[in-house]
């Protein structure tokens, strides 16, 4: 039997609605009913485009060059509604580019990127847990800074760093990865380049893996296919409605 492999995003699914997460990764009858989201072209784009430019780094190009012309080359249209609509959306994303090179050239931080889309993985046993990290960064003290890019926010704040169960993943698997390292996670809010930074110390790291194992179990030993769906505020935009209509317990 192969070993379960759970990612932040699975996991997010399932907390969010074990329904959800049947239909996205249990049941192949889900994928017919997925549809493409335009914030996740524009965020995808965005993505390729910082990893493009920290990967590559092109000594011939200023960074506000070397951005933009990555970010025609890397430009998905998919999800979007109107011409209009992804007209707006090519001019936001340049103009966060923009503003991402200036601070990038301003910014005086010493340190030096290790990794861009790294991906990370643990074998706990039970079950393998892996994630992708957007970057991490080494500074000059030896710590660790895992980097994650946020396209649809303007703000992010400590309490979402710490509250944010994708940061944790990644700082155990780096833990794992780097025991010796200090570890800290970053969001960095695109549209305004703001951050906010939280580490985990060693005991949240260890019952944070506690409470990993038990929610890994937990899923593992889930019968999707017996569970009556429940109607819950995410319904009225979740693609799956028409399926979950189908159970003569789903009221709406
Ligand atoms: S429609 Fe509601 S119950 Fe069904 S998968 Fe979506 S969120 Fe879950």
């Not at 707006?88 to 990794?115: C, H, P, S, V």
């Not at 937990?218 to 819950?232: L, S, T």
Request: glycine residues 6%; hydrophobic residues 35%; negative net charge.
């Amino acid at each position: 039997v192969r070993k379960p492999t759970f990612s932040p995003t699975k996991l997010t699914t399932y907390l969010a609605c074990p329904l959800k997460y049947r239909w996205t990764y249990v049941d192949a009858r889900g994928k017919w009913h997925l549809r493409a989201k335009s914030y996740y072209s524009f965020g995808l784009t965005l993505h390729r485009v910082l990893e493009r430019f920290h990967s590559e780094q092109q000594p011939m190009l200023e960074p506000k060059e070397a951005l933009l012309s990555a970010y025609e080359e890397s430009w998905l249209d998919a999800g979007f509604s109107s011409a209009d609509e992804m007209a707006d959306a090519y001019g936001e994303g340049k103009a966060i580019l923009e503003q991402y090179a200036e601070e990038y050239a301003a910014a005086a931080r010493g340190a030096n990127t290790l990794f861009v889309e790294k991906n990370l993985r643990w074998d706990m046993g039970e079950f393998i847990l892996c994630g992708r990290a957007d970057r991490i960064d080494e500074h000059p003290d030896g710590s660790l800074e895992i980097i994650d890019y946020k396209s649809g926010r303007r703000a992010t704040t400590t309490e979402d760093v710490a509250s944010d169960l994708a940061m944790s993943c990644y700082q155990l698997l780096l833990k794992n990865l780097y025991p010796d390292r200090r570890i800290f996670a970053t969001i960095l809010s695109l549209q305004t380049g703001q951050t906010a930074s939280y580490g985990m110390s060693e005991e949240e790291l260890a019952d944070f893996e506690a409470d990993l194992r038990e929610l890994c179990h937990r899923i593992g030993c889930h019968d999707f296919f017996e569970m009556a769906p429940i109607y819950r505020s995410l319904c009225p935009n979740c693609d799956f409605l028409s399926l979950c209509r189908q159970h003569p317990e789903f009221c709406v």
